[in-house]
């Protein structure tokens, strides 16, 4: 078993729609989760954190973190053709601080 | 410098010889990690830092693989006698604390023939 798992996608959905993005690990000690967006050929960039169990929102994104059932997720509202994207959930474990991150789900957002 | 700088941006080597990768952090970051990227795959952990010292070298590949960090600062990732397989976008990213937001360079990509 992977210890982050995402599906894979592709991912479509039309202009202004709600995304969904899905995450589970398998590590029960793991206390923080990242999610990353990554265009084509470029570097990761932070999307959201969030810590503690319950919705976290920033501007048209949501993470979502259920650690008894050891899934976080990522939505998107009012989804833009610029949000598409592949995006990496990112999780890390108490110990020694390395992350670890998911294959990502690569989302497309039609006009 | 105002984010975290990697060099070569790209690399091509032939089968065989050694490489390396150089990653200068954000001033002041004490954690630094390295992650490669294959075509399509999601990043993979090779190694972290905590100032000089690199407590978790869990996810090196193999024993051709290795890397540095002297004062606190600048990091070398050298990968010796180069395969195929070693082919890939190595990414290095920092934090401030090792708690915290990585932040990531734009990657060497390395093609080995």
């Known amino acids: 078993q992977k210890e982050v798992e995402q599906n894979s996608g592709p991912l479509s959905v039309p202009e202004g729609a709600i995304a969904s993005l899905n995450c589970t690990y398998s590590d029960r000690g793991s206390q923080s989760f990242f999610w990353y967006r990554q265009y084509s050929g470029k570097s990761p960039e932070l999307i959201m954190f969030?810590?503690?169990?319950g919705d976290k929102e920033d501007g048209r994104f949501t993470a979502q973190l259920n650690k008894a059932s050891q899934y976080v997720s990522l939505l998107i509202r009012d989804s833009q053709p610029s949000d598409s994207a592949t995006y990496l959930c990112?999780?890390?474990?108490?110990?020694?601080?390395?992350?670890?991150f998911g294959a990502g789900t690569r989302l497309t957002v039609k006009p | 410098g105002a984010g975290v700088s990697q060099s070569p941006s790209n690399k091509v080597t032939e089968k065989g010889k050694d490489v390396e990768l150089r990653c200068d952090p954000i001033?002041?970051?004490?954690?630094l990690y390295w992650y490669r990227q294959s075509l399509g795959q999601g990043l993979e952990f090779l190694i972290y830092f905590q100032g000089n010292s690199a407590p978790d070298k869990s996810g090196l590949p193999s024993d051709r693989f290795s890397a540095e960090r002297t004062g606190g600062s600048v990091s070398t990732l050298t990968i010796q006698r180069t395969q195929q397989e070693d082919s890939a976008v190595y990414l290095c990213?920092?934090?401030?604390?090792?708690?915290?937001?990585?932040?990531f360079g734009a990657g060497t990509r390395l093609s080995v023939l």
């Open positions: 990213a920092s934090s401030l604390l090792p708690e915290g937001i990585q932040y």
């Open positions: 001033s002041g970051h004490t954690a």
């Open positions: 990112a999780v890390k474990a108490g110990r020694n601080n390395d992350m670890r």
């Open positions: 969030i810590y503690s169990n």
